[in-house]
Every structure is written in structure tokens, then in C-alpha cells.
T-cell receptor, first 117, second 116 residues
């Protein structure tokens, strides 16, 4: 049981390049999330997916797109990277079916460090 | 909109001693969840403890406990018998219990140093 996995762990991009960050979870969770973490800040929500086939904007969605490929996978795409998108990106998942005492708790992946030059 | 405030950017504690990290939040909702996450240098976000707002009893997980004061909108984390491995950034987070409000709102974090 690997939990939440993210690839790549580290990436350097040039301004204007595109890339996709991958996330997968094996906990059969319904909801998945993408956050970014900048120095001196807590995590801020970019996009989330409450269930397979649905996605919604979070606090800072501009410059990003997401795809909920299936229940396990939730990808984040940068179409034209900008230096302001240099950050650490975290994927998380949670089970919003109210059957367990740990419902609603989000479990995080190890993060992807992205540097845009 | 909900906000979470951690007023202590940095804290330090001697090994084996007790330390309390502060967190306050602002919300007009009555039902919600509160969390403390730990982020060690590896950057992994690790759940430390959670609290449901409707529960009056403070949550406890081994050496970690919270002091939840709903009326004061305060949610502090107490770490007893501090260990070197407790050194990390600690984030307080809020989540609404209303359907469709999926996001966690994080504070800016408190850096905890544990001195041997």
C-alpha cells in the first residue's frame, strides 16, 4: 500500500515549456487535490476533484489545468510555465464517504519540486 | 472565507520537555474539522492529529494532544516528552464539514526546533 505517489520528484523547466505532474493513490479515495507550497506560506489549493469525472477550482487555479483520469489518478498540467509557478506541488486524497472515523482526512504525497527558469 | 492564523513562526523546546503550538481560526460555520500536519525536512505532509468541531473532548494521539476551544476559535497542539524527530514545520488546517467544501485552509506554519 503505497498511499499517494507523485512523479516526478524534481523538475526544471524553461519559461514557456509545458509539463504534467502525475499523482496516483491506491486507497480507493473519492477525492483528490493539488496544492502548491511557497516559502513562508502554508499550502494553497489549486484544483480538486470530489469524485471521478469532476474537477473544481481552488484558491489559485490560474495557469493550471487538471485531469481526473480515473479514480486513482489526478494530473496537473502547466501549459506554459512561468517563473511564478516555481513551487513545491503536493497531491492529496481523501475519502469523503462517511463510513470511517478518519473520513475527511487528507493524505499527502511526497511532493514535486518545480523550478521554472 | 475561513482563515487560519499561526502566530508563532518559530518555536524551540528542549528534548523531553513539553511545547505548545498555537492556532486560531476564523469561521462562521458551526461544523468543521481541524487538523495538525507535520512537515519534516523531507517535505512530506504527515497528519498528526484531527478534531471534529462537534466533539467537546480534546483529541489525543500518544504524545500529541490538542486544546480545542470552540468559542475562542482556538486549536493548540501540545507535544509532550519532545523528541529530536519532532523537529519540523507544523501546519494547522481547517476544513468545512459542508458538502462541496473540500479544501483545507492552512496556516503559514510554525517551525519547531528540538534541542538535545
Amino acid at each position: 500500500n503505497a498511499g499517494v505517489t507523485q512523479t516526478p520528484k524534481f523538475q526544471v523547466l524553461k519559461t514557456g515549456q509545458s509539463m504534467t505532474l502525475q499523482c496516483a493513490q491506491d486507497m480507493n479515495h473519492n477525492s483528490m487535490y493539488w496544492y502548491r507550497q511557497d516559502p513562508g506560506m502554508g499550502l494553497r489549493l489549486i484544483y480538486y476533484s470530489a469524485s471521478e469525472g469532476t474537477t473544481d477550482k481552488g484558491e489559485v487555479p490560474n495557469g493550471y489545468n487538471v485531469s481526473r483520469l480515473n479514480k486513482r489518478e489526478f494530473s496537473l498540467r502547466l501549459e506554459s510555465a512561468a517563473p511564478s509557478q516555481t513551487s513545491v506541488y503536493f497531491c492529496a486524497s481523501s475519502d469523503t464517504i462517511k463510513t470511517t472515523s478518519y473520513q475527511e482526512t487528507q493524505y499527502f504525497g511526497p511532493g514535486t519540486r518545480l523550478l521554472v527558469l | 472565507a475561513q482563515t487560519v492564523t499561526q502566530s508563532q513562526p518559530e518555536m524551540s523546546v528542549q528534548e523531553a520537555e513539553t511545547v505548545t503550538l498555537s492556532c486560531t481560526y476564523d469561521t462562521s460555520e458551526s461544523d468543521y474539522y481541524l487538523f495538525w500536519y507535520k512537515q519534516p525536512p523531507s517535505r512530506q505532509m504527515i497528519l498528526v492529529i484531527r478534531q471534529e468541531a462537534y466533539k467537546q473532548q480534546n483529541a489525543t494521539e500518544n504524545r500529541f494532544s490538542v486544546n480545542f476551544q470552540k468559542a475562542a476559535k482556538s486549536f493548540s497542539l501540545k507535544i509532550s516528552d519532545s523528541q529530536l524527530g519532532d523537529a519540523a514545520m507544523y501546519f494547522c488546517a481547517y476544513r468545512s464539514a459542508q458538502g462541496g467544501s473540500e479544501k483545507l485552509v492552512f496556516g503559514k506554519g510554525t517551525k519547531l526546533t528540538v534541542n538535545p
